[in-house]
C-alpha cells in the first residue's frame, strides 16, 4: 500500500478552520452550538462531503462522517476528535484529529485501499466544558456514560438547557437515541496534539497512548465555630481553617505514597469565611482534584482522604461534609491498536514514546464503548489551550500518516 498525506492541503485546511473564530487571530474561541461553530462544522461537513463521507449527526450534535467497507454489517473503525475550542485557544487541540482523519481516510482512498469494516471520522459535540460545565459531553451521551436524563439537567450560564440549545442549532432526535449499540465500533483511534512538553524533550515526534488518566473531583465543607481572634482561647477553639490544612496536607500525603508516578491530588480552591484578619474561620469549602491511570490507586486515595476526615472531625470538633462531583474511571489503551499503531511508526521508522495521557480525552468515554488507543504528536513548547499553541505541519502529516496505516490495519 502506497501511502501519501497531502501535508500542504492538511495545513491550509487546519488554517481556514482557524478563521471560524469569534477571538481576532491567533486567538481561536469556538464554543459549542455558537453561530460561529455552526459554521465551521458545517465546512468540515462539506470537506467530508468532497471525500465522498456519508455523512449524519445525532440529537446531541455528534457528526460520523462514514466510509462504507465492503462488509456490510460488520462493526466500524472509528476515529476522531473535536472542533470546539475554549475561549482564547489556539488552532490544534481536536482538531488535528478532525483533519488529519479526514486526511487520513483521503489517504486511503487514493491509494485504492479497500476497506472490508466501515472507517467513521466522528466530530464529537462539545468536548471543551466552557457552556455546560461539563467536559465530553457528546462522547458521554454516545457512550452512555451519562444519561439522556442527566444531560438534560445541565444549563449554559444563561440557563438555557442542552434541549434547548440543540434544538434552536437545528439538531433534531431525542437524546435517548443518542447511545450508540455496544459492538458498534471494531475500534476507535484518535489522533490529538500531546498538550505537554514529552514528546518535544525526548526528541520524539509520535506518543502511542497505553493509558488515560482521569480525574475525581470533590468539594469538602468543613464546619467549625468562628469568634473573636483575640477572646477566644486557644482551648476552646474549632478552627475550620486548621482543620482544612490537616486534610489538605493529609491529601498530600496520600497521593505521595500511592506508590506510583501517576497519582496525583490538588488542592486548587480554598474559601474561607468569614475571611477577617481577627476572627476565627468558621467555614472553609475546599475542592480536590485526584487523578490516576489505575481506579484501585485513585479509590485507594479517596478513601485516605475519608479516614482523614472523620479522624480531623474528632480530632478537632469540626463537621466535614463530603461532595463528590464527578469520577470517571481511567482507561487502558487496546493492546491490539497500540500493537497496530506501533507497528505503523516502525514501518516508517518514525521513533515513538509509549506514554500516558494525562489530559482526558473523548476517547476515554469511547473505551466504555470499545477498545481504543491514541496517538500523539509534539506540541511546541508543551503550550495548550493558548493562542501560541503550534504543531508543525511535518509532525500532523506523520500522525495522519500513521494513523492511515493503523486504520486500513484494523479495517481489512
Ligand atoms: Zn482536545
Redesign the pocket.
Known amino acids: 500500500m502506497n501511502l501519501t498525506i497531502d501535508e500542504r492541503r492538511l495545513a491550509d485546511e487546519i488554517e481556514t478552520l482557524a478563521t471560524f473564530s469569534d477571538a481576532e487571530a491567533p486567538a481561536v474561541t469556538r464554543v459549542v452550538f455558537t453561530p460561529t461553530e455552526r459554521k465551521a462544522r458545517a465546512w468540515v461537513k462539506d470537506r467530508c462531503k468532497s471525500a465522498g463521507l456519508i455523512l449524519r449527526d445525532d440529537a446531541i450534535g455528534n457528526t460520523f462522517a462514514r466510509w462504507e467497507g465492503t462488509r456490510r454489517n460488520a462493526p466500524a473503525v472509528g476515529t476522531g476528535?473535536?472542533i470546539d475550542a475554549i475561549p482564547n485557544a489556539g488552532k490544534y487541540?481536536?482538531v488535528v484529529g478532525v483533519l488529519g482523519g479526514l486526511e487520513a481516510i483521503r489517504a486511503l482512498q487514493r491509494s485504492e485501499f479497500l476497506p472490508k469494516h466501515a472507517i467513521e471520522l466522528l466530530i464529537f459535540a462539545c468536548?471543551e466544558p466552557t457552556r455546560f460545565g461539563i467536559g465530553c459531553l457528546g462522547s458521554r451521551v454516545l457512550s452512555g456514560t451519562l444519561s439522556p436524563d442527566a444531560a438534560k439537567k445541565l444549563t449554559d450560564s444563561d440557563g438555557r438547557t442542552v434541549d434547548q440549545v440543540r434544538r434552536s442549532a437545528g439538531l433534531e432526535g431525542e437524546l435517548e437515541d443518542v447511545k450508540l449499540p455496544s459492538g458498534y465500533y471494531k475500534a476507535f483511534v484518535e489522533l490529538?496534539i500531546e498538550?505537554g512538553p514529552i514528546l518535544e524533550r525526548e526528541n520524539k515526534p509520535l506518543g502511542v497512548v497505553e493509558n488515560i488518566a482521569a480525574p475525581a473531583s470533590l468539594r469538602l465543607t468543613i464546619e467549625g465555630s468562628g469568634g473573636h481572634a483575640g477572646g477566644t482561647l486557644m482551648p476552646d477553639r474549632r478552627d475550620a481553617l486548621c482543620a482544612a490544612a490537616e486534610l489538605i496536607l493529609a491529601l498530600e500525603a496520600a497521593a505521595k505514597s500511592s506508590g506510583a508516578i501517576d497519582t496525583v491530588a490538588t488542592v486548587g480552591i480554598c474559601d474561607v469565611f468569614p475571611g477577617a484578619v481577627n476572627s476565627i474561620p468558621a467555614r472553609v469549602r475546599l475542592s480536590a482534584d485526584i487523578r490516576d491511570t489505575s481506579l484501585e490507586r485513585r479509590d485507594g486515595v479517596m478513601r485516605a482522604l475519608d479516614q482523614a476526615c472523620e479522624a480531623t472531625s474528632g480530632k478537632r470538633k469540626v463537621d466535614v461534609h463530603k461532595e463528590l462531583w464527578n469520577a470517571d474511571a481511567p482507561a487502558q489503551s487496546s493492546a491490539e491498536i497500540v500493537a497496530a499503531l506501533s507497528e505503523a511508526c516502525s514501518n516508517h521508522n518514525f521513533p515513538c514514546l509509549r506514554m500516558t495521557s494525562r489530559a482526558y480525552?473523548d476517547s476515554l468515554f469511547m473505551s466504555r464503548l470499545a477498545p481504543v488507543a491514541m496517538l500523539f504528536i509534539p506540541s511546541k513548547n508543551g503550550y495548550s489551550h493558548r493562542p501560541d499553541e503550534y504543531s508543525s505541519p511535518e509532525d500532523i502529516a506523520r500522525g495522519a500518516l500513521v494513523l492511515a496505516e493503523t486504520l486500513a490495519a484494523l479495517a481489512k
Open positions: 476528535s473535536h487541540d481536536g468536548e490529538h498538550q480525552h
